[in-house]
């Protein structure tokens, strides 16, 4: 995953990103990737990330409220319980499901999901830090038929341009994904070829901390790139 310019006129949590942030409430929203499917609880990305920034904050509040098989709909679904415990970080990656589980994407819908989603957050919790990311392209590790592929290749650049202006639009950062060359790792993914692996998810919290601290000021034990 690539660290993303900021967003035209995003904000830096108001400014504080200069002096370095202190995550007090961080709640990570999505599907599979961020709920840690084919991995166990303490191989997750998110709770290596909330690890280390425990090493700053150690009274920090964490939740991981991302479910397996979770599409942007599920996702809004999750916000009411984010909301109440006050993150001043959220992390929100969403979509690939909404390829992955029809033969007929509606990214349309999306489109407007994953804005209300921003939208809400924003809303909801005016001062946090929010990441989001963009979705693989394609799978290497998966046997696909070349129209089946060729269709979710397709389905999943559309998917990811409307990830990407959608954030810009709300002033979010967007870590580019799709592309990144650990893609071609068989070691990043689990047996079926399509989850991260517990390598997977170290490597996804390593460059989601640096997204963070590049965009955000946000402090933790990951400046030297070890979560």
């Known amino acids: 995953m690539n660290v993303s310019d900021p967003p035209a006129g995003a904000s830096v949590l108001n400014g504080a990103g200069a002096r370095g942030q202190i995550v007090h409430s961080y709640v990570a929203l999505g599907d599979s990737f961020t709920a840690g499917r084919e991995s166990i609880e303490a191989e997750r990305w998110a709770d290596r990330l909330a690890n280390s920034l425990r090493t ?9 409220l991302a479910v397996d098989g ?28 909404d390829v992955l589980l029809t033969s007929r994407p509606d990214i349309e819908g999306y489109e407007r999901r994953f804005s209300e989603i921003l939208e809400r957050l924003r ?13 693989p392209e394609s799978w290497h590790f998966m046997e696909l038929r070349p129209r089946t592929k060729a269709r979710l290749v397709k ?4 998917l990811n341009g409307a990830t990407r202006t959608i954030a810009a639009r709300h002033g979010v950062p967007c870590l580019n994904v799709a ?3 650990g893609l071609t790792d068989r070691a990043n993914f689990s ?11 170290e490597r996804a919290a390593q460059e989601i901390a640096l997204s963070l601290h590049a965009h955000f000021g946000i402090q933790g034990d990951f400046q030297g790139g070890h979560v």
Do not use: F
Not at 58 to 64: I, Q
Not at 155 to 158: G, I, K, N
Not at 191 to 201: M, V, W, Y
């Open 56 to 64: 700053v904050n150690p009274e920090m509040g964490y939740a991981n």
């Open 70 to 97: 979770a599409t942007s709909a599920d996702v809004l679904e999750q916000l009411a319980a984010a909301l109440e415990l006050r993150p001043d970080l959220v992390t929100v990656i969403c979509g690939a499901n």
């Open 123 to 135: 809303e909801g919790a005016p001062e946090a830090a929010i990441l989001t990311a963009t979705a």
């Open 155 to 158: 389905a999943l650049s559309d």
């Open 179 to 181: 592309g990144h060359p």
């Open 191 to 201: 047996a079926d070829g399509l989850h991260p692996s517990t390598q997977g998810h």
